[in-house]
Every structure is written in structure tokens, then in C-alpha cells.
């Protein structure tokens, strides 16, 4: 026999308005603009964390996040939230977490994920094996039979996440609901050299606080990830949505017994009328100039660009960035040059620096420039002074979005 837990909140912890709680995994680095961008899509109860957001939402705006947000990795809704000082603990509270009669049954496929530690719960595989061994002898004991587990398409990722709470350990089991991370948006079938993360290149542009109405360069383009997340931004493209004659995204949410389609549609339909063909405040969009010395990857771009629905508005160019030409009314540069770690040579890579801030200095007078710098002695090499930098991560790298004013 269990024994109810104290504490253990009703599935999905939902208030009688029908709100719930829920946690948005984000890059380090972004999670002050990552809550600014849920508060305004409708999230409430935003709390920034470490690599995280934590909020409430009802389910048509955990709808509008999965479709519209640009930053999150993915969106954890909360199930349920209990003390657990033993393996013991997390047994019982899972298989009381939620209806599972509603929510697991046994063809439904499940993956489960676990961070954090308790007591006794040191190693977050063993608390996963844990999680997955009190929902299968559920479902044993209710049905005779049991889910498969499904690490590459489950219907269902649960994560488990151990933790101080207020009153002592405790677990939260969630649903991801996605199923996949956000960032992977579907334009980038091609990739360049260390691209960068499509959800980290729209939180670096958030910071620039480029609107379209001035022109926007990066004269090492790469893949285009920056430029093509700037444009996605300003023209009303949302993540969620699929770019010009790709199938529609499929949500993990949408398989939930909870899903509400006419709920989903009307989101959807909302999200579809952001798109617009000029910049927020109706102007015609300014110029978006990329250019990139390897042919190649330049290509990527446009095909990239094309993916997303935006290829219309991007100018990239072949060329080496030591005769970038920019556009002629000043503006803002962004770039995330090589900076050794994966690709490049140490001293051509601080020659290129060099001409890069000679370039600049020369060509980009009244320019704003936001540098993306994995090693410091290379930016060093530009012989100009950053007035903000900002700490950020890429993949797993430790970089600083560094904020330059070129006189
Ligand atoms: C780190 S990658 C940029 C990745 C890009 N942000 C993306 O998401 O795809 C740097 C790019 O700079 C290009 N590059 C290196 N030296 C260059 C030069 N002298 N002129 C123009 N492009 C250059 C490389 O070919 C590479 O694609």
C-alpha cells in the first residue's frame, strides 16, 4: 500500500484559473532576456534561475511559448512537486504524480531525465531508472503490461529535477513539451563551421536591441544564424512555425490528453499574423548584410536564409571581411569570428583580428558592434575597448558578448 505524500500537488499543479507551473531551460547567459521574452508573451511569476526560467502559464500561453518564444532550449510543465528524502520518496511520488490511467498508457513511449540530487539519489541515472521503474510497475499493476522506453521519439520526456526546496528536499517531475529542442528550428539543414545555436544567436541579437530600423552587418556570416534569427525577429517569424513548404511542426504537447486543438489553432493562427513583409513599426526593413569568404558555407546561408523565409531580405556576399563595405547610414555589426577552440590557426587568427579592428576603425566609424570572443587575447588583438560585455556560453565555451561603440 502508498501512502499519500504530504504535499504532493494535484497533476500538473493546476489553480482553479488554470494556471500551472512550468520552467523554461535556456541558455547560460540569457536567462534575464529569456524571461523578458516570456513575460511578454503572456508567461506570469517569471523568475530567472541558473540556466533556467521558472513561470506560470495557463495551457494557451504554454501553447504561445512553444510557438513564439525564441530563446528557451524547452518548456518544462510541471506535473508534480513533493519532499522526497529517499528513493523511497520518489517511488511513491511519481506513481501519485499524475492520473496515469489519463496520461501513460502502455503503447505510449517514454524517455526519462533526471538532474538534481536528494538524499539517497546521488546519480541522476539512477534516479531516472527510478522514475521509470515507479511508472512501468504502475502500469504493471494496473494494466498487465508496460510502456517501451524510447530514447530518440518518445511520445512522452519526463524530467526529473532534484533540489532544495523551501521545506527540504525535493522532487519536481515535468513534461517536456516540445519533444525535441526548440532551438533546432528546421531551417538549418546546412550547417557551417561551428554554427552558432539558433536560440543563443536570437538571445545575443535581443541584446543589441536591433529593430529593423537601422541596417544590421555581419561581416563573418558563417551559416548565417545571426542574420537569419535578426530577420525571423523583425519580420514576425515564429520559431515554432515552419518556413516556407516544410510540414508543421509536431509538438509533444499536441499527443497530451489535456491537448486542446481549437486552443492550438487559435495560437497558431495568431502566431501566423505576426508575419509581415516590412520591420515592426510598418517601415521598410533596412538593410541585413552578410558576407563570408568560404563559398561553400556561404551557400549554406542562402539556402538557410531561404529555409526560414527570409532570404529575400538578406544580402550575403563572398569576400574577405578585410573589404567588407558597409551599408552607408551607420548601424549595428554583429560577428562571432573564429576564436581557435574549433576552427583557425592561432597567429593567422590574430592577424585577422587585427585587420578586423583596423577595418572598423576605418569603415564602420558610428557603427555599434556586438563581437561574440571565446579568448580574450585574440579580441585583445582588435586594439579597441568594449563598454559592456556579456557572459554567455556556446556550446559549452565560455564567451562574452562583447559591446564596442567604433568612433
Ligand atoms: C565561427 S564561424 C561563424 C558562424 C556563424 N555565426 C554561424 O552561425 O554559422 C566564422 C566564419 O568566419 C569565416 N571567416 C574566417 N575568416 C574570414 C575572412 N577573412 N573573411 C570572411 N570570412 C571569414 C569562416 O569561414 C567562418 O564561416
Same mark, same amino acid.
Given at each position: 500500500?502508498?501512502?499519500?505524500i504530504?504535499?504532493?500537488?494535484?497533476?500538473?499543479?493546476?489553480?482553479?484559473?488554470?494556471?500551472?507551473?512550468?520552467?523554461?531551460?535556456?541558455?547560460?547567459?540569457l536567462?534575464q532576456?529569456?524571461a523578458?521574452?516570456?513575460?511578454?508573451?503572456?508567461?506570469?511569476? !517569471?523568475q530567472?534561475?541558473?540556466?533556467?526560467v521558472?513561470?506560470?502559464?495557463?495551457?494557451?500561453?504554454?501553447?504561445?511559448?512553444?510557438?513564439?518564444?525564441?530563446?528557451?532550449?524547452?518548456?518544462?510543465?510541471?506535473?508534480?512537486? @513533493?519532499?522526497?528524502?529517499?528513493?523511497?520518496?520518489?517511488?511513491?511520488?511519481?506513481?501519485?504524480?499524475?492520473?496515469?490511467?489519463l496520461w501513460?498508457?502502455?503503447?505510449?513511449? @517514454?524517455?526519462v531525465d533526471?538532474?538534481?540530487?536528494a538524499?539517497?539519489?546521488? =546519480?541522476? =541515472?539512477?534516479?531516472?531508472?527510478?522514475?521509470?521503474?515507479?511508472?512501468?510497475?504502475?502500469?504493471?499493476?494496473?494494466?498487465?503490461?508496460?510502456?517501451?522506453?524510447?530514447?530518440?521519439?518518445?511520445?512522452?520526456?519526463?524530467?526529473?529535477h532534484?533540489a532544495?526546496?523551501?521545506?527540504?528536499?525535493?522532487?519536481v517531475?515535468?513534461?517536456?513539451?516540445?519533444?525535441?529542442?526548440? =532551438?533546432?528550428?528546421g531551417?538549418?539543414?546546412?550547417?557551417?563551421?561551428a554554427?552558432?545555436?539558433e536560440?543563443?544567436a536570437?538571445?545575443?541579437?535581443? @541584446?543589441?536591441?536591433?529593430?529593423g530600423?537601422?541596417?544590421?552587418?555581419?561581416?563573418?556570416?558563417?551559416?548565417?544564424?545571426l542574420l537569419?534569427?535578426?530577420?525571423?525577429?523583425?519580420?514576425?517569424?515564429?520559431?515554432?512555425?515552419?518556413g516556407?513548404?516544410?510540414?508543421?511542426?509536431?509538438?509533444?504537447?499536441q499527443?497530451?490528453?489535456?491537448?486542446?486543438?481549437d486552443?492550438?489553432?487559435?495560437?497558431?493562427?495568431?502566431?501566423?499574423?505576426?508575419?509581415r513583409? =516590412?520591420?515592426?513599426?510598418?517601415?521598410?526593413?533596412a538593410?541585413? !548584410?552578410g558576407?563570408?569568404?568560404?563559398?561553400? !558555407?556561404?551557400?549554406?546561408?542562402?539556402?538557410?536564409?531561404?529555409?526560414?523565409?527570409?532570404g529575400?531580405?538578406?544580402?550575403?556576399?563572398?569576400g574577405?571581411?578585410?573589404?567588407f563595405e558597409?551599408?552607408?547610414?551607420a548601424?549595428?555589426l554583429?560577428?562571432?569570428?573564429?576564436?581557435?577552440e574549433?576552427?583557425?590557426?592561432?597567429?593567422d587568427?590574430?592577424?585577422?583580428?587585427?585587420?578586423?579592428?583596423t577595418?572598423?576603425?576605418?569603415?564602420c566609424?558610428?557603427?555599434?558592434?556586438?563581437?561574440?570572443?571565446?579568448?580574450?587575447?585574440?579580441?585583445?588583438?582588435?586594439?579597441?575597448?568594449?563598454?559592456?560585455?556579456?557572459?554567455?556560453?556556446?556550446?559549452?565555451?565560455?564567451?562574452r558578448?562583447?559591446?564596442?561603440?567604433?568612433?
Open positions: 500500500m502508498t501512502e499519500p504530504q504535499g504532493t500537488t494535484a497533476p500538473g499543479g493546476t489553480q482553479p484559473g488554470g494556471s500551472f507551473a512550468a520552467t523554461a531551460v535556456v541558455p547560460p547567459g536567462e532576456p529569456a523578458a521574452e516570456l513575460s511578454a508573451l503572456g508567461a506570469t511569476d !517569471v530567472p534561475l541558473q540556466r533556467a521558472a513561470l506560470r502559464c495557463d495551457l494557451a500561453t504554454l501553447y504561445r511559448l512553444h510557438l513564439q518564444a525564441r530563446l528557451p532550449f524547452r518548456i518544462l510543465r510541471e506535473l508534480a512537486r @513533493f519532499p522526497c528524502r529517499s528513493r523511497e520518496d520518489l517511488y511513491r511520488g511519481v506513481q501519485q504524480a499524475a492520473d496515469w490511467a501513460l498508457p502502455p503503447d505510449c513511449r @517514454f524517455r533526471a538532474s538534481g540530487r538524499p539517497g539519489l546521488s =546519480h541522476s =541515472h539512477y534516479s531516472a531508472l527510478e522514475v521509470k521503474n515507479a511508472l512501468v510497475d504502475w502500469q504493471r499493476q494496473h494494466w498487465g503490461e508496460r510502456s517501451t522506453v524510447d530514447l530518440e521519439t518518445p511520445d512522452l520526456s519526463f524530467h526529473l532534484l532544495r526546496g523551501r521545506g527540504g528536499p525535493e522532487a517531475l515535468s513534461l517536456e513539451g516540445s519533444g525535441g529542442s526548440l =532551438h533546432r528550428r531551417y538549418r539543414a546546412a550547417m557551417g563551421l554554427p552558432l545555436k536560440n543563443l536570437a538571445g545575443l541579437i535581443s @541584446f543589441t536591441g536591433w529593430d530600423r537601422v541596417p544590421l552587418a555581419d561581416p563573418l556570416c558563417g551559416s548565417g544564424t537569419i534569427e535578426a530577420a525571423c525577429l523583425a519580420l514576425g517569424r515564429a520559431p515554432g512555425l515552419s516556407p513548404g516544410r510540414p508543421p511542426r509536431r509538438f509533444a504537447l499527443g497530451w490528453p489535456d491537448f486542446q486543438p486552443l492550438w489553432e487559435t495560437e497558431l493562427d495568431q502566431a501566423r499574423a505576426l508575419q513583409d =516590412h520591420g515592426p513599426q510598418g517601415d521598410p526593413l538593410p541585413i !548584410v558576407r563570408e569568404q568560404d563559398p561553400s !558555407v556561404l551557400e549554406q546561408a542562402r539556402t538557410n536564409a531561404a529555409a526560414a523565409g527570409v529575400g531580405w538578406l544580402d550575403l556576399q563572398a574577405d571581411v578585410r573589404d558597409p551599408p552607408e547610414a548601424g549595428v554583429v560577428c562571432n569570428p573564429p576564436y581557435g574549433r576552427i583557425g590557426e592561432r597567429d587568427l590574430e592577424q585577422l583580428y587585427a585587420d578586423l579592428g577595418m572598423l576603425k576605418q569603415r566609424g558610428g557603427w555599434t558592434l556586438w563581437l561574440l570572443s571565446g579568448n580574450p587575447e585574440l579580441t585583445g588583438a582588435l586594439r579597441m575597448k568594449a563598454s559592456r560585455r556579456i557572459p554567455v556560453s556556446n556550446g559549452g565555451i565560455d564567451c558578448w562583447l559591446n564596442y561603440d567604433i568612433r
